[in-house]
């Protein structure tokens, strides 16, 4: 319950400062680059890859259905609703929680965050607000960006061993999608990018003083804000399935 | 070991600028964290223009009694009053006032490593004193960092910098925004005995300068014989001996007695 306290204090402090005045615009600008374009590749790869063994291992079974045709749909479909946003958010608090976390818990321990504190400068400002809100802002963008890639993927795998347009692919895909599979998928991974930078900011920026205490702390991000994702995601299903189904 | 003076310490030291307004008063200050009570009961009063050292053995609430007059950590019981105001009773904005009077240099220089030396000097003065004017910035970091003798610096990342080189850049980013008091936590600990007594000459000359008070925590007799007025010592929570470093470098107290084996 005292954690749960604390992390109430710690995001009222969050908000108070982002309305405060004064917003770190190239702070922000920097941490979207580090955040965002540094995790580019990483994102790519492994996006493409799911794409990829998605459709590999989906084939066999609908060709026993006699359902070839529909592996573009059930790869989007699987793709843009639930698999892209939520691997690529896994991606994100591995990468991005874990550094978020080290660097504020190494901060903390070489007392720079009680410098800025005893400057009059606010650190959350400075800090915290910059880094959640390029989480937020970037992992939607993250997350888009895998689903397409994603989807390429999938291109590659279905002609290893059928022949298929890239127009007919994609076609057959979009086909396959409504507003109600996009608008959830974006809504929810504007809230995984939120928690991966709160979690992380949380976890570094209240480390206690001692080396140990960066490693605990960058673990205890990643695995935080991976079962933030996971609620997160079980709650944003449940709320669409009410509203739309 | 027999200290020498050099002349520029004697020259400091004999312009000594105390004056009876008090800048810092605390009573009865108590502070535990959980079972352990670090501080029990101390009372300390800073004059404006004073250098105050204090002594101590490790871990005995040195620092804390320092960031309890800043406002980094709250009293249990007891009373800090900077400029007759009291610490723990200010609002954020109040405190956020008062810490802007206050320069604190941490142990480790505490530069923000992320950023250039002249980043880390402007970063209060952007965010705290709205300085804007470009111009204006370069001047002041360039003035002070040739008052702490860092001029080259001004574009290094801290960690290109020598121990003694971020201890110098760290005094001039809390001295860039003039404060009234200074608090030093262990300004010599780790450098070699010269860097050690160019710090102490550098806390007597900024001093000189910017007419600080500053209470100075230390183990380096060196710097407590040279940058200091008058003396505390600290054991168990409490100010055990007070006066000036010849007096108690005379005490009949065996434990006051040990800190000064070194001196005499």
Redesign the interface.
């Known amino acids: 319950m005292e954690n749960v306290g604390d992390q109430t204090v710690f995001l009222s402090r969050f908000f108070r400062s982002v309305f405060s005045g004064?917003f770190e615009w190239s702070e922000f600008v920097r941490q979207c680059y580090e955040i965002g374009y540094r995790s580019l590749t990483l994102v790519s790869i492994t996006s493409f890859i799911m794409g990829l063994v998605l459709i590999l291992q989906l084939r066999p079974t609908l060709v026993d259905f006699g359902a070839e045709s529909m592996l573009p749909h059930t790869l989007s479909v699987s793709v843009i609703r639930e698999i892209g946003p939520v691997i690529t958010a896994i991606i994100c608090a591995g990468k991005i929680a874990s550094s978020i976390g080290a660097e504020l818990g190494s901060?903390k321990v070489?007392?720079?965050i009680?410098?800025?504190?005893?400057?009059?400068?606010?650190p959350v400002q400075?800090l915290v607000v910059t880094r959640i809100l390029a989480t937020t802002c970037m992992v939607p963008l993250l997350a888009m960006m895998g689903d397409m890639i994603s989807l390429i993927g999938g291109y590659f795998a279905l002609n290893f061993t059928d022949d298929i347009s890239f127009t007919l692919y994609f076609t057959k895909c979009f086909a396959a999608l409504d507003f109600t599979d996009y608008l959830p998928a974006l809504v929810k991974t504007i809230f995984f990018g939120f928690a991966i930078g709160f979690v992380g900011c949380y976890k570094g920026f209240n480390s206690n003083k001692g080396t140990e205490s960066v490693g605990l702390a960058a673990n205890s991000a990643v695995v935080t804000a991976s079962l933030w994702i996971f609620f997160i995601d079980m709650l944003a299903v449940q709320i669409t399935n009410l509203l739309y189904y | 070991m027999i200290v020498m003076e050099t002349e520029k310490q004697q020259k400091y030291k004999r312009e000594s600028t105390k004056t009876d307004e008090v800048v810092v008063e605390i009573k009865n200050l108590r502070k535990c964290f959980g079972e352990k009570e670090v501080l029990k009961n101390i009372n300390l009063t800073l004059h404006r223009g004073e250098n105050l050292i204090v002594l101590g053995r490790s871990g005995q609430g040195k620092s804390v009694t320092i960031q309890c007059i800043?406002?980094?950590l709250t009293p249990d019981e007891g009373s800090v009053k900077v400029f007759d105001k009291d610490v723990p009773e200010l609002s954020n904005d109040e405190l956020?006032?008062l810490?802007?009077k206050?320069g604190?240099l941490?142990?480790?220089g505490?530069?923000?490593?992320s950023m250039t030396v002249k980043e880390n000097l402007e970063?209060?003065l952007t965010?705290?004193l709205k300085v804007k004017d470009q111009q204006e910035l370069d001047q002041r970091v360039q003035e002070v960092l040739e008052g702490v003798g860092l001029p080259e610096a001004i574009d290094k990342m801290p960690s290109d910098l020598s121990g003694g080189m971020r201890k110098r850049a760290g005094l001039a980013?809390?001295l860039i925004?003039k404060p009234e008091i200074m608090l030093y936590d262990e300004p010599t600990t780790g450098l070699d005995p010269i860097t050690s007594r160019e710090i102490s000459e550098l806390i007597l000359e900024m001093q000189k300068k910017y007419k600080t008070s500053s209470i100075i925590i230390t183990h380096d007799m060196d710097c407590a014989r040279v940058t200091g007025d008058r003396v505390l010592i600290m054991k168990d929570g409490e100010y055990v001996a007070e006066g000036t470093f010849e007096e108690l470098q005379k005490s009949d107290d065996e434990f006051v007695r040990g800190f000064f084996l070194d001196t005499i």
């Open positions: 004064g901060m070489t007392e720079q009680d410098a800025m504190e005893v400057s009059g400068a606010n400075y | 800043v406002g980094l956020k006032d810490r802007t206050i604190f941490f142990q480790s505490a530069l923000y490593d970063f209060a965010r705290v980013r809390t925004v």
